[in-house]
């Protein structure tokens, strides 16, 4: 009472007042021959040269150096279906996160359709422009179709960031812990928690790494073969390749005599007690962000390592380690595509970025600020896609 506000100033949205990012030319047009060279007449040369060898437009064009950042804005952070203007604004900041970690020029494109043959359609055709496509916030299942649809049809590679950035970075994490613990990771008795586009591409690139026993879980619980509620045709394939004990029962009934608990789904899911009733030596990775599946003050006590995906607590598994190395390197050798090989170097180069004498249990995972990450990886997955035959370069 008595206090008049006379201006209000909030930060964040003054550093996205008028967008966060911008177009800028490399070359300054200063005299009528800078523009004769640019564009009319000389740009017909150049037009002409790349219509005889089209691959040259990796030389003289934007193609190149160019993601293109493709959402329906169905599946954004914690808000879920809120839209490709509301989802702008996070396209624009992963842009930012290309250009300022790995030197790469990306296009946030949110397209107002949620119809999967019109997003497939549309990146096929805005794809000449670009040199590699970074699906991003779409909503699963539907994201699993339009990723590999798109895979089929395009030359250049195309990854859902929301599966395939996790899963590189939590089998990262993983690496370490085993270094760590002195222990194959391939051995251990895993559950997932979630059954959605990272919780699945997770569960898969554990599956090709060679770990055997995974059980996933969604809100009905242990997914297993032919069970009859709350399926879908993901999960049914799900059910095939995971669960070789045919466990049943709800998350926390699973979870018991379990090694390595990994949340990707929501918060508070797990308790204390579900995780005194692991195996000795219990791995948490309560991924869920901002509020993790357990508040780690709660799981502290009773867990040899804990991660989460807050920059507030030890051990973040965050994305940004591992999208912009992989995408540097995928254009530096010009890939047609990207595979688990490459994934799997990914992972490597994170992890071993940490010596054995900076490994403890509140350090499994460099800083996505540490300047080697993206340089390291990159390297790693230009040498993966030339031994795999997905480079031109």
């Given at each position: 009472q008595g206090v008049k506000v006379i201006n209000v100033?909030?930060?964040?949205?003054g550093m996205h007042a008028g967008g966060k990012i911008e177009v800028r030319s490399k070359t300054p047009i200063l005299t009528p021959e800078d523009f004769s060279r640019v564009y009319t007449p000389g740009v017909g040369r150049v037009c002409k040269d790349i219509y005889n060898e089209p691959e040259h437009a990796y030389n003289y064009t934007i193609k190149g150096n160019s993601v293109a950042i493709v959402t329906d804005g169905t599946a954004v952070l914690g808000f879920g279906n809120i839209g490709p203007k509301a989802a702008l604004p996070v396209m624009e900041g992963k842009a930012m996160i290309f250009k300022e970690f790995a030197g790469i020029d990306a296009f946030p494109l949110c397209l107002d359709t949620t119809d999967t043959e019109e997003i497939i359609k549309t990146v096929k055709y805005l794809a000449p422009v670009f040199g590699a496509v970074n699906l991003e916030d779409i909503a699963a299942p539907r994201c699993f179709e339009i990723e590999a649809r798109l895979m089929e049809v395009l030359d250049i590679p195309v990854i859902h960031d929301d599966q395939h950035g996790t899963a590189t970075v939590v089998l990262a994490g993983?690496?370490?812990?085993?270094?760590?613990?002195?222990?194959?990771?391939?051995?251990?008795?895993?559950?997932?928690?979630?059954?959605?586009?990272?919780?699945?591409?997770?569960?898969?690139?554990?599956?090709?790494?060679?770990?055997?026993?995974?059980v996933v879980c969604d809100r009905t619980g242990a997914i297993y073969e032919r069970r009859d509620s709350g399926m879908n045709h993901c999960k049914t394939i799900l059910a095939r390749k995971t669960n070789p004990r045919k466990?049943?029962?709800?998350?926390?009934?699973?979870m018991t005599g379990a090694n390595v608990f990994i949340g990707l789904s929501g918060p508070d899911l797990i308790t204390a007690d579900d995780i005194r009733r692991m195996a000795p030596d219990p791995i948490v990775f309560a991924l869920a962000n901002?509020?993790?599946?357990?508040?780690?003050?709660?799981?502290?006590?009773?867990?040899?390592?804990?991660?989460?995906?807050?920059?507030?607590?030890?051990?973040?598994?965050?994305n940004a380690l591992s999208?912009?190395?992989?995408?540097?390197g995928l254009l530096d050798v010009r890939a047609k595509g990207v595979n688990?090989?490459?994934?799997?170097?990914?992972?490597?180069?994170?992890?071993?970025?940490?010596?054995?004498?900076?490994?403890?249990?509140?350090?499994?995972?460099?800083?996505?600020?540490d300047s080697r990450v993206v340089t390291t990886v990159a390297d790693a997955v230009a040498a993966a896609a030339k031994k795999t035959g997905v480079a031109r370069k």
């Amino acid at each position: 009472q008595g206090v008049k506000v006379i201006n209000v100033l909030d930060r964040t949205f003054g550093m996205h007042a008028g967008g966060k990012i911008e177009v800028r030319s490399k070359t300054p047009i200063l005299t009528p021959e800078d523009f004769s060279r640019v564009y009319t007449p000389g740009v017909g040369r150049v037009c002409k040269d790349i219509y005889n060898e089209p691959e040259h437009a990796y030389n003289y064009t934007i193609k190149g150096n160019s993601v293109a950042i493709v959402t329906d804005g169905t599946a954004v952070l914690g808000f879920g279906n809120i839209g490709p203007k509301a989802a702008l604004p996070v396209m624009e900041g992963k842009a930012m996160i290309f250009k300022e970690f790995a030197g790469i020029d990306a296009f946030p494109l949110c397209l107002d359709t949620t119809d999967t043959e019109e997003i497939i359609k549309t990146v096929k055709y805005l794809a000449p422009v670009f040199g590699a496509v970074n699906l991003e916030d779409i909503a699963a299942p539907r994201c699993f179709e339009i990723e590999a649809r798109l895979m089929e049809v395009l030359d250049i590679p195309v990854i859902h960031d929301d599966q395939h950035g996790t899963a590189t970075v939590v089998l990262a994490g993983l690496i370490n812990v085993g270094r760590l613990l002195r222990k194959d990771i391939r051995t251990f008795r895993y559950v997932v928690a979630g059954a959605g586009a990272s919780a699945t591409a997770t569960t898969n690139l554990l599956i090709s790494y060679g770990v055997s026993d995974i059980v996933v879980c969604d809100r009905t619980g242990a997914i297993y073969e032919r069970r009859d509620s709350g399926m879908n045709h993901c999960k049914t394939i799900l059910a095939r390749k995971t669960n070789p004990r045919k466990v049943k029962g709800t998350l926390s009934e699973v979870m018991t005599g379990a090694n390595v608990f990994i949340g990707l789904s929501g918060p508070d899911l797990i308790t204390a007690d579900d995780i005194r009733r692991m195996a000795p030596d219990p791995i948490v990775f309560a991924l869920a962000n901002p509020d993790p599946e357990i508040a780690p003050e709660e799981a502290q006590p009773f867990v040899k390592i804990m991660a989460t995906g807050r920059s507030d607590y030890p051990n973040q598994i965050n994305n940004a380690l591992s999208y912009p190395g992989i995408f540097r390197g995928l254009l530096d050798v010009r890939a047609k595509g990207v595979n688990d090989e490459i994934r799997f170097a990914a992972s490597k180069a994170i992890a071993y970025l940490l010596n054995e004498d900076e490994l403890n249990e509140e350090n499994i995972i460099p800083s996505a600020f540490d300047s080697r990450v993206v340089t390291t990886v990159a390297d790693a997955v230009a040498a993966a896609a030339k031994k795999t035959g997905v480079a031109r370069k």
